[in-house]
């Protein structure tokens, strides 16, 4: 498109906003947001200009880069693909199959090409050694899923549009818009929930914007959320408050939650989080006595020490009060491209602790290790050892813990490929760099998103710019590595046909596939409703979880969506660029339940087999001294690639240490002044921030900022650097039972540096100098 106006999603975070951009000889001249959008009614944040930016900006890399030494050069595709395929090859011919590691960051999931084409490059690289951003996020979550409901990506939604009473604990989805719930203008959303007398009550370590708009706020200590949770399942039980009734049927192990949570008083944890054991009790009684209600969390409560019982609370509070699959509560969605489904026919659910990592021994959940022990697989000798590493749509040195550490692992590697059209903190430790299109140069589609929102819809948008004649989509890229490494293992013509196969439909075609076939899609045999009667006689015939039943019931003739609108296709999407409104979330209960006996399995053993881990809690004191670190959520920013938008970053330096005018104070801190944080594993120095919104013993530090290391080419982002966090956070704490980082209640001390230091530490340069091999591409650079 050259001139008009291009209708699209925006896909720089979870809220999937519409956007109207208007084009005038091939230039962007506004980006607004789309009011004829279905879902988010005209919102957008300010997030969205930085698409512009990124599609304008210089520093964004559209050739594919080779290190020569310490300097980077220009190389054609072929060359870096087979350079690629050959060096990654032959490393696991010497060293074994696990001996790449490879990490995908989470911009893969806003990318359907990226997500559709992904699985057979994992397939085709073969190795063990896979990690994600998921395990510096939403894992408990994904476990919680699995082990409930039998599917890692079955997630409850709040029914947000319905509910009377919202209790939202360690989230702030007035700055997210919405975490593991796509809720566009949640602003909106929460004044039309007031405005119907409903409540909203926030409940966080910090007064965050959230927390401004509630009717009621909470103060809660970092760390102690599950106390929390589990003192009001105390109290649902000893008030008689439960409301299982009407889920006996599909209900197990009641009793073995009622034990666990028996010693667990709402004033023997009124101590420990801050919350008065009266205040639990009214909130407990709210919730289980308003009809449409429900309690959510996110990554206040899943990224600490007691994330995977914290988040399994959640979800039995939920299911106790009966709210789990009613309108206005938390809600199953029923997506146009069901993911869960497809899933689950495949064998796909999910599964935990199949195998362990090297090093620590630590489970893998859905076939990756958690992150914290990416270094420890690289840095540590042995048989297995990662020597190898593949980075896709990430920056784990600034969005793991202990980054440095991790630096120092990439760069003794002895080949690194990233996947990122941006040179930044991680590959600056790369050999060859394979820079993707930017967004408005491919067509989007919201296979996972649509799956996480308050309301089921779907929209689709083709590129807005035509890319240039030798650049590559994410699908393009992760196709051809793929099939080039299968070559290389010679693997036999059946992947060779599959590849051609992959690669003819592309990922707008086969979008297109899951859509017809899909719940809302196309019939094509002729008669309509008058095969629906033969079909459900048909499935009646099979078992209720027989392969051939769940194919046609997830079909535009199932049973189980036989009232919902059909005739999808991308052809409609495209005939109505505003999307398409599929109806809010319903119940779906017992049906959409993917446990092997139909039941919630209310008390996994591993989460009972934690409790006394957080009953010793109890007896812990944290240090006097010490203050809990939790990170902060900010509008204008999302992870570590959006600092290079001048337009994001310019203003007052958002990267700062939020403290209690209390501990100021008792430190000699004063506002604005520069502060050394350090931990056991690292320090930073940044300006520091009294605030009153935010408990005494409690310091906030942002994700994502740490840009003044050597060797990236990120300029504006360079010029508003910011500190790390994650150079404090200790890479080997982590939560035992689901495997997530402790991102939020780790240890941090400050104390006060001299106005003359810098604000700032500036991080190591690569620290290595390879000079490409032309004669043996194949060899380890350990020579």
């Given at each position: 498109m050259q001139t008009g106006t291009h209708f699209r999603t925006c896909n720089l975070c979870e809220a999937t906003c519409g956007l109207?951009?208007?084009?005038?000889?091939?230039?962007?001249?506004?980006?607004?947001?789309?009011?004829?959008?279905?879902?988010?009614r005209g919102y957008i944040c300010p997030k969205a200009l930085a698409l512009q930016d990124v599609h304008e900006d210089p520093d964004r890399l559209r050739t594919p880069l080779r290190r020569n030494g310490d300097a980077w050069e220009e190389i054609s595709w072929e060359e870096a693909f087979s350079t690629v395929a050959t060096r990654l090859a032959g490393i696991q011919k010497i060293h074994g199959r696990n001996a790449i590691g490879v990490y995908l960051g989470n911009p893969n999931v806003h990318n359907h090409g990226a997500m559709l084409a992904m699985m057979p490059f994992l397939q085709a690289l073969g190795t063990h050694n896979r990690f994600s951003a998921t395990s510096n996020d939403q894992l408990p979550h994904m476990l919680a899923n699995l082990e409930l409901f039998g599917h890692q990506a079955l997630f409850p939604i709040p029914d947000i549009d319905h509910t009377d009473l919202f209790i939202c604990i360690g989230a702030n989805p007035m700055a997210s818009n919405g975490s593991l719930m796509t809720v566009p203008d949640f602003r909106g959303r929460l004044k039309d929930l007031q405005a119907r007398g409903g409540r909203f009550v926030a409940i966080d370590p910090r007064r965050t914007e959230t927390a401004d708009r509630a009717d009621a706020f909470h103060y809660i200590r970092p760390g102690s959320d599950a106390l929390l949770l589990m003192a009001m399942v105390n109290t649902v039980f000893a008030e008689g408050l439960a409301?299982?009734?009407?889920?006996?049927?599909?209900?197990?192990?009641?009793?073995?939650?009622?034990?666990?949570?028996?010693?667990?008083?709402?004033?023997?944890?009124?101590?420990?989080?801050?919350?008065?054991?009266?205040?639990?009790?009214?909130?407990?009684?709210?919730?289980?006595n308003t009809p449409r209600a429900l309690i959510y969390g996110r990554m206040g409560t899943s990224t600490q020490a007691h994330g995977g019982v914290a988040t399994w609370l959640l979800y039995v509070l939920n299911i106790l009060t009966g709210k789990l699959d009613r309108p206005g509560g938390m809600l199953f969605t029923a997506p146009a491209v069901d993911l869960v489904t497809l899933g689950g026919l495949s064998g796909q659910k999910g599964h935990f602790g199949r195998r362990y990592s090297r090093v620590r021994g630590l489970p893998e959940f859905g076939g990756e290790f958690p992150s914290s022990t990416m270094a420890d697989e690289i840095l540590t000798p042995g048989e297995g050892q990662i020597r190898a590493f593949v980075a896709?749509?990430?920056?784990?040195?600034?969005?793991?813990?202990?980054?440095?550490?991790?630096?120092?692992?990439?760069?003794?590697?002895?080949?690194?490929?990233?996947?990122?059209?941006?040179?930044?903190?991680?590959n600056r430790h790369a050999d060859i760099i394979l820079p993707p299109v930017a967004s408005l140069e491919r067509s989007h589609y919201d296979l996972i998103f649509n799956a996480l929102a308050v309301r089921n819809v779907a929209k689709f948008a083709d590129a807005l710019f035509e890319p240039a004649p030798d650049a590559r989509t994410d699908w393009e890229i992760m196709l051809e590595l793929g099939q080039r490494l299968s070559a290389e293992k010679k693997r036999g013509w059946q992947d060779s046909i599959s590849w051609k196969l992959m690669k003819l439909l592309g990922p707008d075609r086969l979008t297109d596939l899951l859509l017809r076939t899909g719940p809302y899609g196309v019939k094509v045999l002729p008669g309509g409703g008058l095969l629906e009667p033969g079909f459900d006689s048909l499935t009646r015939l099979l078992p209720r979880?027989?392969?051939?039943?769940?194919?046609?019931?997830?079909g535009p003739y199932g049973r189980p969506g036989r009232s919902l609108p059909k005739g999808l296709s991308l052809g409609k999407l495209r005939k109505n660029p505003h999307g398409i409104d599929l109806g809010p979330l319903r119940p779906s209960l017992p049906q959409r339940l993917q446990t092997h006996d139909g039941k919630i399995n209310l008390a996994p053993r591993r989460y009972l087999a934690d409790v006394e881990r957080l009953q010793a809690r109890l007896d812990n004191p944290p240090p006097a001294?010490?203050?809990?670190?939790?990170?902060?959520?900010?509008?204008?920013?999302?992870?570590?690639?959006?600092?290079?938008?001048?337009r994001l970053v310019k203003g007052k330096s958002r990267c700062t240490a939020v403290v209690n005018p209390a501990d100021a104070a008792r430190l000699g801190l004063t506002d604005g002044q520069s502060v050394q944080a350090h931990s056991d594993v690292g320090r930073i120095v940044l300006p520091v921030e009294v605030s009153d919104r935010i408990m005494a013993g409690v310091v906030s530090i942002p994700h994502g900022w740490g840009h003044d290391g050597q060797g990236t080419r990120l300029a504006v982002a360079e010029a508003h650097a910011g500190a790390s966090v994650n150079d404090l956070i200790d890479d080997h704490q982590v939560d035992p039972v689901s495997g997530v980082s402790v991102l939020n209640g780790q240890y941090v001390w400050l104390t006060p540096v001299p106005s003359s230091s810098p604000a700032t530490g500036a991080r190591r340069a690569p620290g290595k100098s390879r000079q490409y091999n032309e004669d043996n591409p194949a060899a380890t650079l350990s020579e």
């Open positions: 109207a951009i208007e084009v005038e000889q091939g230039k962007i001249t506004s980006i607004r947001g789309d009011t004829e959008d279905r879902f988010s409301q299982t009734a009407n889920q006996q049927g599909w209900l197990k192990d009641l009793d073995l939650v009622r034990l666990a949570a028996g010693p667990f008083t709402p004033e023997k944890v009124s101590v420990h989080t801050g919350i008065d054991a009266q205040a639990v009790r009214e909130l407990t009684r709210d919730l289980a896709v749509a990430g920056n784990p040195a600034l969005s793991s813990p202990n980054g440095r550490r991790l630096e120092q692992a990439f760069a003794q590697l002895d080949f690194m490929v990233s996947v990122d059209y941006y040179l930044n903190e991680t979880k027989h392969w051939l039943r769940e194919l046609l019931d997830m001294d010490a203050l809990q670190l939790i990170g902060r959520r900010q509008l204008r920013s999302n992870n570590s690639w959006m600092h290079n938008s001048r």
